[in-house]
């Protein structure tokens, strides 16, 4: 859902976003590039990082894009014309998603063993993030096929024509993300990186993806977000077929108030929408805002047991394609299983197969 309250945040750059292939300066040592998605979400933001690795100068890319020929065309017009000719050093994913993740393995051998005694071009990642993508590049876990499809019946999703395009979505994840580098290095909650001489300190965040990694720049003022924050619509958060019983929502709200502790006039850097000012507010809107669903769920749970198909046209008024029904079921599950997990629901499952939440008597 498009934000209401974009006028509480500022956008410093206007309306200038970097053209295809091509990068824009937004602080010192860095700089912005902008790929396109074939979703209704129709693109992400990418970061280059000055940086220096072993005596060699050269760049830390942040996020990748998915794996197409259109996106790795438009990286190589990145690095014929903005890197200063320069190597990519190293290539640093947020979490693990397919936008974020995808086209990895490609620049990691793009950029390994090039002449003149480079540093090996390696993908840094969380731990869990870095096992969950290698686990999903080679099977459909947690995003599509016969599993998936199971579990959304389990819980009220009885349209066969959507039923069967998930089973048909198996191969959804290795579409986007066919491969995973081997190696990686570890990133972990408060590890410092030294990028070209700036600081990035990692923040961990959960809810949207195991274990999403943004990065915080104090000498600089600026934060990469990934998809903790966007300015004009909310972070996913799932219950996907792998974790079944998870409470993602809870812990996306936790990993929100730990960034209050941030400035205010954080420049935040998100993987959608545009640079902006306003992070105290932001954080608060997307916390009023689940609040809110939170409140309409248990409404709903109280008028009668409900599942999460059935909760779909109280949490999102337009009409949903299959891509958003899958995360939209998600999404819905999420709200009921934060209130579930806390006591606050009831959970049966009938004699039908499906789960049905009401309100706690």
């Not at 396109?36 to 060699?56: K, S, T, V, Y």
């Not at 394609?321 to 006591?343: I, K, N, P, R, V």
Request: charged share 20%; aromatic share 6%; hydrophobic share 45%.
């Amino acid at each position: 859902m498009a934000n209401p309250r974009e006028s509480e945040l500022s956008y410093p750059l206007g309306e200038q976003l970097p053209a295809l292939g091509a990068a824009l300066d937004i602080a010192p040592g860095v700089r912005w590039v902008r790929m396109q998605l074939p979703f209704a979400l129709d693109h992400i933001n990418l970061w280059l990082l000055r940086d220096e690795i072993e005596g060699c100068a050269g760049w830390t890319v942040v996020d990748c894009g998915i794996t197409n020929a259109d996106t790795q065309a438009a990286w190589e017009q990145v690095f014929a014309r903005h890197l200063d000719g320069l190597p990519v050093l190293r290539v640093l994913a947020t979490h693990f998603h397919p936008d974020h993740l995808g086209l990895a393995h490609w620049l990691c051998e793009r950029w390994s063993g090039a002449p003149g005694g480079l540093p090996e071009c390696r993908l840094w990642i969380s731990a869990t993030d870095f096992q969950l993508a290698r686990l999903a590049s080679r099977s459909t876990e947690g995003l599509g096929g016969e599993s998936a499809a199971a579990f959304f019946a389990s819980h009220g999703l009885t349209d066969e024509d959507s039923l069967a395009k998930i089973r048909a979505r198996a191969a959804y994840y290795p579409s986007m993300v066919p491969a995973v580098p081997a190696r990686f290095r570890r990133l972990m909650d408060g590890q410092v990186l030294n990028v070209g001489g700036t600081a990035w300190r990692c923040l961990v965040g959960h809810g949207h993806s195991p274990e999403h990694i943004s990065l915080h720049a104090e000498s600089l003022g600026v934060l990469i977000s990934g998809d903790m924050v966007l300015p004009r619509i909310s972070t996913n958060v799932s219950v996907v077929d792998s974790e079944p019983e998870a409470d993602p929502l809870s812990l996306y709200l936790a990993s929100l108030r730990r960034l209050m502790a941030l400035p205010a006039d954080t420049l935040v850097l998100p993987s959608h929408g545009k640079p902006f000012r306003g992070l105290h507010a932001r954080l608060a809107q997307l916390i009023e805002h689940h609040d809110e669903r939170l409140a309409e769920t248990q409404v709903a749970c109280a008028a009668a047991p409900t599942h999460a198909a059935g909760l779909l046209p109280v949490l999102f008024k337009r009409p949903l394609d299959l891509h958003q029904t899958t995360f939209a079921m998600g999404e819905s599950l999420a709200h009921l299983h934060a209130l579930w997990l806390a006591g606050r629901l009831r959970r049966e499952r009938g004699a039908d197969g499906v789960y049905r939440f009401s309100a706690v008597i």
